[in-house]
């Protein structure tokens, strides 16, 4: 039985699990939670977050390094950062119209006991961007800011590939650093089904059925907007310029995908994202340890669909009505808050109230939709990875038409 046979296994049966004990009994879901779950999927978590910052650091610098030619350097990373930016704006306007069409909050009642979210302040946009270099690289990865680990790994690597044969033993110390890190990832791989029941039971049986229930509509217009931008924006990505099919496409990244939704994190799930993009995909190691760790910080489709679905719904709520001119604000201010997204759960949330802000609109909102949000996030995270590999298939068929051009013309 192969590894995506038993993750999927672990989910079903953490789902019927889950349902099963908050509907008959919460006293024992919440032993279980306590001593089974919430350990087993907190472990599961943590060791596969164990390897995200040195996996991002090694990747990164190989794939800067092998990128010996500093001009195919730059016309893979802004093509990359310019096919980012442009499936997150399409993402948002598809959840916004979504949400428009469904109208999710215009006959529900927002509850009287509803208290202040307590999320942090999203950071602006100017301190985001200057926040990119760090003072102290060391320190960023010891906080885990991602994006300044990624600038370091990019100066790092491009410099190795500067300075070329000079630094061939550091370059072999990377490369086999790196083959190092996908070996631990093989190892933590091998608990993902377990892993996997244990979150989805836990994620399931907090929620329940009721608070489900009573977000119909949310989750509704949030999940059909997600598999609108997969048919759509993905499928025509892939058929048009990746040239892959999409059903080998989802196929490969099956694996990667289901561990998204189980972790609701782009960071953890990044090991597996890039196996099944090298091994499956078939795209070359030189893009994708570059353009995936780059995709697991700054490409967040998933999330910024949720944000302009949200928007609305909470705009819904308290009857502010949301102009032509404020939803483009929305459409602006959630592409750009995608850039300073973590990529671990929740933290969407966090950038949610960054967009509530642009437009005027109660930031307590957000805690009317809490109680759904952390089965949304499983699936706006898998959407996320699958935004990131559908790029590097691009980009990595962009380089492989540009190298077969260069050398039929040899």
Known sequence: MGLTTKILIGIILGLIVGIVLNATSPELFTTLDNYVFDPVGTLF??????????????????????????KKLGRVGIKTILLYLATTAIAISIGLTMANVINPGESTTIPTNVEE????????????????????????????????????SLFFG???????S?????????????????????????????????????????????????MAWYMIAVVGALLLHVAITYTTLLTLLAKINPLRFFKAMGPAIEVAFTTSSSAATLPVTMECAERGLKIPKSV?????????????????????????????????????????????TATLASIGTAAVPGVGLITLAMVLDSVGLPVSG????????????????????????TVAAVIGRGEEKRTESKTSAA
């Open 45 to 70: 978590v943590k060791a596969i977050k164990m390897i995200v910052v040195p996996l991002v650091f090694f990747s990164i610098v190989a794939g800067a390094a092998g990128i010996a030619d500093p």
């Open 117 to 152: 979210a307590e999320i942090k302040q999203a950071p602006p946009i100017k301190e985001t961007l200057l926040n990119i270099i760090p003072d102290n690289p060391v320190t960023a990865m010891a906080e885990t800011s991602m994006l300044q680990v990624i600038a370091f």
């Open 158 to 164: 491009i410099a190795m590939a500067l300075l070329g």
């Open 166 to 214: 000079k630094v061939s033993t550091v370059k072999n110390f990377i490369d086999q650093s790196n083959e190092v890190m996908i070996k631990i990832v093989h190892m933590v791989m091998y608990v993902a089904p377990y892993g996997a029941f244990a979150l989805m039971a836990r994620a399931i049986g907090s929620a329940g059925t009721d608070i489900i229930g009573s």
């Open 288 to 332: 994708s340890s570059f353009v995936l760790p780059l995709g697991a910080t700054i490409n967040m489709d998933g999330t910024a669909i949720m944000q302009g679905v949200a928007a609305v719904f909470i705009a819904q709520l308290y009857g502010i009505p949301l102009d032509f001119t404020a939803q483009l604000t929305i459409i602006l």
């Open 366 to 389: 957000i805690a009317i939709i809490l109680g759904v949000d952390r089965l949304l996030d499983m699936t706006r995270t898998a959407v996320n990875i699958t935004g990131d590999a």
